[in-house]
């Protein structure tokens, strides 16, 4: 069974201020990990992967994220906040044994001007 | 290239009624999603079709809610009749072939108010 939980359901930052959005998975085979930004009345948008080929994954917008085995974590991070970061983040799973994605509960980010 | 399109964007309805929802997905995906996004919640698939062939109808309450894809393009998945609790942004997704490391490609949702 697989499943992702988000720890933090708001989180605020100050602009300039580190992000750090936190994620941990539960899987009984080895992971696809996914990052997702959602956007005010907008659809949900792929920010990065983890498919094994790296342990640290950068994508879009300044976000990258760091898959640690021994924790069981894929927590995003981004050096400096900006306003237009504003959004709801969802972490998800899936694996080679199965194509459904599972989603987390999504992490709201306010950043403070 | 164009979207995953959805429509309508909003709806609202009485409890009990029926309504139905549109997706067209991008061009030349074959796999498409329909997810259910309740309020404070991750989305929650409810039917997965590869083509116009189903892969996954686990979590779909089959006796209110159906979902189609005749022509293995284009969706509609209809609730009938409509519970409170049903109250949910809806969301379509496609992928080019389903594949578990692939991308999803999210429509901007309908949502459903069940008053």
């Known amino acids: 069974a697989q499943s992702v939980t988000q720890l933090g359901s708001h989180v605020s930052v100050s602009e300039g201020a580190l992000v750090l959005l936190r994620c941990n998975y539960s899987s009984s085979v080895p992971p696809y990990l996914f990052w997702y930004v959602q956007y005010p009345n907008q659809g949900l948008q792929l920010l990065l992967k983890y498919t094994s080929a790296a342990t640290l994954v950068k994508g879009i917008n300044g976000f990258e994220a760091e898959f640690k085995k021994s924790e069981t974590s894929f927590h995003l991070t981004k050096p400096s906040a900006h306003m237009s970061d504003a959004a709801e983040y969802f972490c998800a799973v899936s694996s080679n044994t199965g194509n459904q994605f599972y989603f987390g509960t999504g992490t709201s980010l306010t950043v403070i001007p | 290239e164009a979207g995953v399109a959805q429509s309508p964007r909003y709806k609202i309805i009485e409890k009990r009624q029926s309504v139905a929802f549109w997706c067209n997905p991008i061009s030349g995906h074959a796999t498409l999603y329909w997810y259910q996004q309740i309020l404070g919640q991750g989305p929650k698939l409810l039917i997965q079709?590869?083509?116009?062939?189903?892969?996954?109808d686990s979590q779909l309450p089959k006796d209110r809610f159906s979902a189609e894809r005749l022509k293995g393009v284009d969706s509609t998945l209809k609730i009938q009749p409509a519970k409170l609790e049903d109250s949910a942004v809806y969301l379509c997704?496609?992928?080019?072939?389903?594949?578990?490391?692939?991308?999803?490609?999210f429509g901007s949702g309908t949502q459903l108010s069940v008053l």
């Open positions: 997704a496609s992928s080019l072939d389903g594949t578990p490391n692939e991308k999803l490609f």
């Open positions: 079709f590869q083509n116009n062939g189903v892969v996954d």
